[in-house]
């Protein structure tokens, strides 16, 4: 071989190595804003992943996420969105969690946002209108405030025997209020006084569990709230230790032992927050997005508790569950 032809081979190898990286696709970053703690979510953020793939987006291959959580303390929220946008990031995803959702609006006008939230979106100014959201914002409302009337049935429906309801309400979550009117009006509907206990930290929850076992004959409602769904060992422990019949709004509850739980799949929720990701990586703007809102939801009862705590479980509300935990 002559040394001119030896020496052009020689450049176009070393330059193969160029040419491959420069065809593999470049690595998108997602920014993922939480106020809860990463354990008791890693479910929940499978699925997450789950809806990504579905958009074509596998992490580690073409897509990283970024994860900022709160562990709880809402107030490092605004710190946390602001160290994404520095990042920067591609898009922000806040799955379930209002106030990070509120936090990453504040945060950037510019980077693309999606939400999952418990109220409505409009009212919170993260969107204009469902259908067309005209911003850099769109996601998931599942408004489980909606739901509290109707869990406070199904409460009754299983505690007939209840003296008096209670709901325990985190005054720092964005709709304390709402849930709190949606409580009363539901106890009155079906004729029951409710008490409103509060907690927004670990020892407020004990406390309120406390008191609520100097009054035999309590049944519970908890709020729908990022911060009690990452406590949700320990509440439905105390729930148990206490004797008292208890509704939670995820399923994730009723697998921690909790007693029943009905509301939206928050895998769902989750997944199609990954979607709406991975379509905004491809190109589509948030203002294109509608809103969604979810299509299942799903009552979980768990009669291993109920046998703990002396309960029976009317076969109408096993007939209506879409699980059973034995």
Same mark, same amino acid.
């Given at each position: 071989?002559?040394?001119?032809?030896?020496?052009?081979?020689?450049?176009?190898?070393?330059?193969w190595p160029l040419a491959a990286r420069a065809q593999q696709p470049a690595m998108r970053v997602i920014g993922f804003l939480h106020s809860g703690w990463a354990e008791p979510n890693v479910a929940?953020?499978? &699925?997450?992943?789950?809806?990504? %793939?579905?958009?074509?987006?596998?992490?580690?291959?073409? #897509?990283? /996420?970024?994860?900022?959580? !709160?562990?709880?303390?809402?107030?490092?929220?605004?710190e946390l969105a602001a160290d994404l946008v520095r990042r920067p990031v591609d898009v922000i995803v806040t799955p379930a969690s209002t106030p990070a959702a509120l936090a990453a609006k504040a945060a950037t006008a510019t980077i693309p946002i999606v939400f999952a939230t418990g109220g409505d979106p409009v009212a919170l100014g993260l969107v204009k209108n469902f259908n067309r959201p005209d911003g850099n914002a769109t996601g998931i409302s599942f408004q489980t405030i909606d739901l509290v009337g109707k869990q406070l049935d199904m409460l009754r429906e299983l505690v007939p025997q209840a003296k008096r309801?209670?709901?325990?309400?985190?005054?720092?979550?964005?709709? &304390?209020?709402?849930?709190?009117? %949606?409580?009363?009006?539901?106890?009155?509907?079906?004729? #029951?006084? /409710?008490?409103?206990?509060? !907690?927004?930290?670990?020892?407020?929850?004990?406390?309120?569990?406390a008191k609520l076992a100097e009054k035999p004959g309590n049944a519970l409602l908890i709020s729908p709230d990022p911060f009690f769904t990452g406590?949700?060992?320990?509440?439905?422990?105390?729930?148990?230790?206490?004797?008292i019949p208890?509704?939670?709004?995820?399923?994730?509850?009723?697998?921690?032992?909790?007693?029943?739980?009905?509301?939206p799949s928050f895998a769902n929720v989750y997944q199609q927050t990954g979607v709406y990701a991975g379509r905004i990586l491809k190109g589509d703007k948030p203002s294109d997005l509608p809103v969604q809102r979810p299509t299942k939801f799903e009552l979980v009862v768990n009669l291993t508790t109920a046998r703990a705590i002396g309960i029976t479980v009317p076969?109408?509300?096993?007939?209506?569950?879409?699980?059973?935990?034995?």
């Open positions: 071989m002559k040394r001119r032809e030896f020496i052009t081979l020689l450049g176009a190898a070393a330059a929940l953020v499978g &699925a997450l992943r789950t809806g990504l %793939s579905e958009a074509g987006f596998v992490e580690g291959q073409n #897509v990283a /996420i970024e994860f900022r959580w !709160a562990a709880g303390r809402v107030e490092r929220l605004p309801f209670a709901a325990l309400v985190n005054p720092n979550f964005a709709y &304390a209020d709402a849930v709190i009117t %949606s409580a009363r009006a539901g106890a009155a509907t079906i004729g #029951v006084p /409710i008490d409103i206990l509060q !907690a927004s930290t670990i020892p407020e929850i004990d406390a309120a569990f406590r949700r060992t320990q509440i439905a422990t105390l729930a148990a230790r206490h004797a208890t509704i939670y709004d995820v399923r994730e509850f009723a697998e921690s032992g909790g007693l029943m739980s009905y509301g076969d109408k509300l096993i007939a209506l569950a879409d699980e059973v935990i034995e």
